[in-house]
């Protein structure tokens, strides 16, 4: 009797734990789109017009489609506020987010990859 209450307690115990574990990768995923895509965007912005030249203008549909793009996914913005140098590892690793920037990513390429399988069944 007594192992099938440990069992129970150890059992609860760990779900609370992946409760826990959920509830910070949803509240990443929050910061992600409410803190660091405004950010994100202004640095995008402020690049594309500071490079325009003849061969890349820049103009307003390119600068639209830029950020429509780079704000679609958790993942992708992301991965857009490290190659703008809006966040980095240093920042990953101060929140305790590192982590939860791997499973971001993990998740996004394992959609990916059942999107391209899905649309290779069907043609």
């Known amino acids: 009797m007594e192992v099938v209450v440990v069992f129970a307690l150890v059992a609860l115990i760990w779900m609370i734990w992946q409760y826990h574990k959920a509830r910070k990768f949803t509240q990443f995923k929050r910061m992600l789109v409410s803190e660091i895509k405004p950010k994100l965007f202004e640095a995008i912005k402020q690049d594309l017009t500071n490079n325009r030249s003849e061969s890349f203008p820049n103009n307003d ?25 809006v966040v980095d590892e240093q920042w990953l690793k101060d929140t305790g987010n590192v982590r939860n920037s791997q499973h971001l990513f993990h998740i996004q390429q394992n959609k990916l990859n059942a999107e391209v399988q899905n649309r290779q069944i069907q043609t």
């Open 61 to 85: 549909t390119h600068i639209a489609a830029t950020l429509y793009y780079w704000g679609q996914y958790p993942a992708r913005i992301l991965q857009g506020a490290i190659i703008w140098e």
